[in-house]
């Protein structure tokens, strides 16, 4: 009786040991097509950048509002229908979601722009000092995620990040040059369409605001 358990026992861990490996397999597989998407989503907001296509001008933004409302669209739409790409959003790690917010000190550039007279300061100020905030605090959010795990304090700090983005591209809309831009002065935000800022609005914020949504996703399910 022992032998056969024995056997039992070898042919159920085999089991096992074939399903963990699939199961990376499919994790892997996700992870690589993920990856592609990225790069095709990075390459076709540098080519539009390039071609001028989210260079509004005095007509509304739409471009520049649908390259950031897309991609977070599709993510809530894939991670909601399939159960292999929820399996591998599960499996990213928090602390790097949040050192990727760490990006975001470049945000100070709007500042900068806003002194030049290149930027309106309705969005400048708050959209970089914003950003800056965030992005100086990534660091330490980062490294206080730790057993005891902070949750309060990683969701109040991912909440304001993700506002902070919504805020800053609602802000650059009512400040642009077009009938919608009521904000605007003789300063505009026609200047985030036009390379190389026009990648950090069809690109960057799309993109953090994204870790930020797997951030609550994350502790919500109570996966550390």
Partial sequence: MSAFSNKVAVVTGGNNG?????A???????R????????VWFLFALSGSLLGVFDS????PLLLGLAFV????????CYLTSARF??????LDLRGLALAQMFRVVGIVFVILYFLGALPGAFALPAGWGDFAIGITAP???????????KRTFIVWNVLGSLDLVNAVTLGVLASSSSVGILAGDVTTRLMGQLPLSLIPTFFVPLLLIFHLICFIRVGKGVA
């Fill in 18 to 22: 074939i399903g963990l490996a699939t």
């Fill in 24 to 30: 990376k397999e499919v994790t892997n597989g996700v």
């Fill in 32 to 39: 690589n097509r993920t990856i592609v998407v990225l790069v």
């Fill in 57 to 60: 001008g005095p007509r509304p």
């Fill in 70 to 77: 897309v991609p977070v669209a599709a993510f809530v739409a």
């Fill in 86 to 91: 929820r399996e591998f959003v599960l499996s």
């Fill in 140 to 150: 330490v959010v980062a490294w206080s995620w730790k057993r005891p795990f902070p």
